[in-house]
């Protein structure tokens, strides 16, 4: 078979139904916390950020759903008793215009873009591909804890994924298997497909055992991309009845003047992230001098600061946003704020601050001449 790349839409297939006990702690693997974030998380992240990965399937227990949906841009479905029975599943929910699919394992959450590629290259002239390494070490047998024999390590690799396949091809191995498998690549060989061996990568591995949370942890902190931003900005007061604070209208004897909305906060976070990719401020995106932009809600800057930042492959993984006023009084409003914010972001709560601060009197703000905002943004590319 032979495959045009332009040809091709892959869809990926991240089995995470498993339960992970030989991991230890409290939770499946999988919904464990390291680099400040849940494993299937930045699994599903290495796929969310690729460009050539129409469709993510995340499989899970339906005892994890609540876990599964922080996760934002991919598919859910619920997976069976076995990891055959929980691909089928996920190759079932890809859509009809997927013509291949990468198969995962959610605990190899430290794969790289290279190896993704591997696999996605070789598809262009096979049905079947799946990474690997050469197995270099010496491999005995063993019996009552003594050495009973040798093995030639001739030809052997360690298998590892993602496994990569034309999707009516293993769709139908999987329908036709019986019994279990202990990857896709013995479910396509049962069906008499070649599957072609790409490289793989040490730093690929699968998190099994406690010490591995260790290992992963130093490989994502080794290859992340951290940025820090941070905007300021500042709005006087003006007659009204309302000012307008991280998307949220609350009622006040002024309002703030502005080109747009005047929504300080929110455009203290906006030049936050601006600032965290190097991109200028909103003035740059968004003059002033352009009357489109007259009395436009802030949460078009905000949005479009958002996608820039996943159109560039960064996740936001915390925003802090601190406003300076006597009045209005923000501590009533600041959870509503955070909730508005992290809809808006599409962000878990817990991801976002919103506090306030006087300053004590001092200067225009203690003057009630109008409010200040201070932000900051962390964005982590994988």
Same mark, same amino acid.
């Given at each position: ?7 091709? *839409? ?17 939770? @499946? ?20 950020? &690729? ?31 076995? &990891?055959? $029975? ?44 799946? @990474? ?29 994924? @993602?496994?990569?396949?034309?999707? @009516?091809?293993? *769709? ?9 498998? $202990? ?43 951290? &940025? ?19 998307? !949220? ?44 932009? *007259? ?6 800057? !905000? ?57 004590? *009197? ?21």
């Amino acid at each position: 078979m032979n495959v045009s790349p332009n040809s091709k *839409r892959i869809g990926a297939v991240i089995v995470a139904a498993g339960r992970g006990t030989r991991a230890g702690g409290a939770l @499946p693997k999988q919904w464990q916390f390291i680099a400040g974030k849940r494993i299937a998380a930045w699994t599903a992240e290495r796929f969310l950020a &690729r460009s050539d990965i129409a469709q993510i399937v995340l499989v899970i227990h339906p005892e994890d759903q609540q876990f599964a949906n922080e996760i934002k841009g991919i598919q859910i479905t619920f997976g069976g008793a076995t &990891r055959d $029975a929980s691909v089928r599943a996920g190759l079932e929910a890809l859509g009809a215009d997927i013509t291949h699919v990468l198969i995962h394992d959610v605990a190899r959450c430290t794969v790289s873009d290279s190896v993704i590629d591997g696999v996605v290259t070789a598809l262009g002239t096979a049905d079947a591909a799946a @990474p690997a390494l050469a197995v270099s070490d010496a491999l005995w047998h063993g019996t009552n804890g003594k050495v009973s024999g040798t093995q030639d390590r001739t030809g052997l690799f360690r298998a590892q994924t @993602p496994q990569g396949f034309a999707l @009516p091809a293993i *769709r139908a191995a999987h329908r036709a298997f019986n019994g279990m498998a $202990a990857d896709d690549v013995e479910v396509a060989r049962a069906a008499g497909l070649d599957v072609t061996i790409t490289q793989g990568d040490e730093s690929n591995l699968k998190i099994t055992t406690p010490d591995d949370f260790k290992r992963a942890q130093a490989i994502l902190e080794r290859s992340m991309d951290i &940025r820090v931003g941070n905007g300021f900005d500042v709005h006087a007061f003006e007659d009204g009845d309302h000012v307008i604070l991280c998307g !949220l209208s609350i009622p006040h004897s002024k309002a703030l003047k502005g080109h747009s909305d005047a929504d300080v906060g929110m455009h203290a976070i906006t030049d936050a992230l601006y600032g965290a990719l190097g991109d200028g401020d909103i003035g740059q995106h968004f003059p002033p001098s352009d009357p489109q932009w *007259r009395g436009a809600a802030s949460e078009i800057f !905000l949005r479009h600061a958002v996608d820039l930042a996943h159109a560039r492959g960064f996740s936001i993984s915390h925003i802090d946003c601190t406003l300076i006023c006597e009045q209005p009084k923000i501590g009533p409003h600041a959870d509503a704020m955070k909730t508005k914010l992290a809809a808006l972001m599409q962000l878990d709560r817990t991801r976002i601050s919103v506090k306030a601060t006087t300053s004590e *009197r001092l200067g225009f703000t203690g003057r009630e001449e109008g409010i200040a905002a201070l932000a900051t943004a962390t964005l982590v590319k994988p």
